[in-house]
């Protein structure tokens, strides 16, 4: 089992930063990729940004170029460095780890909240 400990949301104005962070810990051997993704409500849960084990990322096109993913593979941490916050990235963002097998676990989930 791999468990995911977010922190960093909050409330932030329009123009803001934010930074998110996700420590794994467990059965933390043979990860693949870690990420983030988002849910506001009502709507479904979209990729954020993730990162392969060997530095590859990809962002959803509503974020790129505002947001930045980043891995410690040593430490088994990903964060994500949130400039130029929009009221629309309002949500819940949830970490996200891949093991190479397929197996995907979940964080509990952080509230971002951007005001206008």
């Known amino acids: 089992q791999v468990q995911l400990v977010e922190s960093g949301g909050g409330l932030v104005q329009a123009g803001g930063s934010l930074r998110l962070s996700c420590a794994a810990s467990?059965?933390?051997?043979?990860?693949?990729?870690m990420g983030w993704y988002r849910q506001a409500p009502g709507k479904q849960r979209d990729l954020v940004a993730r990162?392969?084990?060997?530095?590859?990322?990809t962002y959803g096109d509503s974020v790129k170029g505002r947001f930045t993913i980043s891995r410690d593979n040593a430490k088994n941490t990903v964060s994500l460095q949130m400039n130029s916050l929009k009221p629309e990235d309002t949500a819940v963002y949830y970490c996200?780890?891949?093991?190479?097998?397929?197996?995907?676990?979940w964080g509990q989930g952080t509230q971002v909240t951007v005001s206008s």
């Open positions: 467990g059965s933390v051997f043979d990860i693949n990729a």
């Open positions: 996200h780890l891949r093991k190479g097998l397929g197996r995907e676990y």
């Open positions: 990162i392969s084990s060997g530095g590859t990322t």
